[in-house]
């Protein structure tokens, strides 16, 4: 006979953009934050009355339930472990089935983000997916939406990374998303914003130079080159000033001083030991 009084079981709990390929690799910010890192809101309950029961499965408003989303293969031997411990500490928050599955698409995201960069987008929105009230899941997540060209995807994922844990490190890129989506003087918004004086010296400086190349595309030639006219371009040690002396010596060439760009691209070729750019093959 079945039982009236029998409570009904528990359901199983069940995110596009426009690349820019015409861009500069010079005007681009460097992949900010750990090459290590990479939602949907909790499902909602409704109906409950005072006895705590919940309403069947098929008695829920569907509109309510977490959309299903395309979940990318994970290649078997990709185990999550091949994360930094750090990475996988800050995932213990989760159950530990759900973190397993997290730290696996994040290793994907890392695994593709060089050669498929649009499969490591896909793996970056399955781990927000799963885990979208964690910040560096959401970093990692728009980190790999920017890697594919899918602006608008990245600003809401590092927003979102931003509104959960305060990080700033990530504002040139959002400033760069939004050249990338033709908005320039969001961009620049973005880099006169407060948050920037909370910035690191290389954030700093690629904010500088995505600063540079918004100017540049309102066609504000000269004010490109005032942007990235600073003392650092003396430095010759840190790794940000192969960026910066080439994005100098080529916004100099846009604002048609020929000569200086030549020896600004001589200059940054001397750094360029590892000929990250054709610095030496433009200086001729």
């Not at 509104?163 to 959002?174: E, L, T």
């Not at 600063?211 to 940000?240: M, Y």
């Not at 000569?259 to 054709?278: L, R």
Request: glycine letters at 6%; one cysteine or more; hydrophobic letters at 35%.
């Amino acid at each position: 006979m079945e039982d009236k009084n029998k409570r009904p079981s528990r359901p199983a709990s069940s995110r596009p953009s426009g690349p820019n390929n015409a861009r500069r690799r010079e005007d681009l910010p460097a992949r900010g934050g750990s090459s290590n890192r990479a939602g949907a809101p909790r499902q909602t309950r409704d109906g409950s009355d005072p006895r705590g029961a919940r309403p069947a499965p098929m008695d829920r408003e569907q509109s309510r339930l977490r959309p299903r989303i395309f979940e990318p293969d994970i290649p078997d031997e990709i185990t999550g472990e091949e994360l930094d411990k750090s990475l996988r500490a800050e995932l213990l928050s989760l159950s530990a089935e759900n973190a397993k599955v997290v730290a696996r698409h994040l290793a994907c995201v890392n695994l593709y983000a060089e050669d498929d960069p649009q499969r490591a987008h896909k793996h970056g929105v399955a781990a927000a997916h799963h885990a979208g009230r964690l910040a560096v899941v959401r970093e990692s997540a728009g980190y790999a939406a920017y890697r594919a060209g899918h602006y608008e995807i990245a600003l809401k994922e590092l927003r979102a990374s931003h509104r959960i844990s305060g990080d700033v490190s990530m504002w040139p890129v959002m400033a760069d998303c939004e050249r990338g989506l033709g908005n320039p003087l969001k961009a620049l918004n973005l880099a006169g914003s407060d948050e920037v004086k909370r910035l690191a010296k290389p954030e700093e400086i690629e904010m500088r130079i995505v600063a540079s190349g918004a100017r540049r595309d309102l066609g504000q030639f000269d004010a490109a080159v005032v942007t990235l006219t600073c003392k650092e371009l003396k430095n010759e040690q840190e790794e940000w000033a192969v960026r910066l002396r080439y994005a100098y010596a080529d916004a100099l060439e846009a604002a048609g001083r020929k000569e200086e760009s030549q020896e600004w691209f001589a200059k940054c070729a001397e750094i360029d030991t590892e000929e990250a750019t054709d610095a030496s093959e433009r200086c001729l």
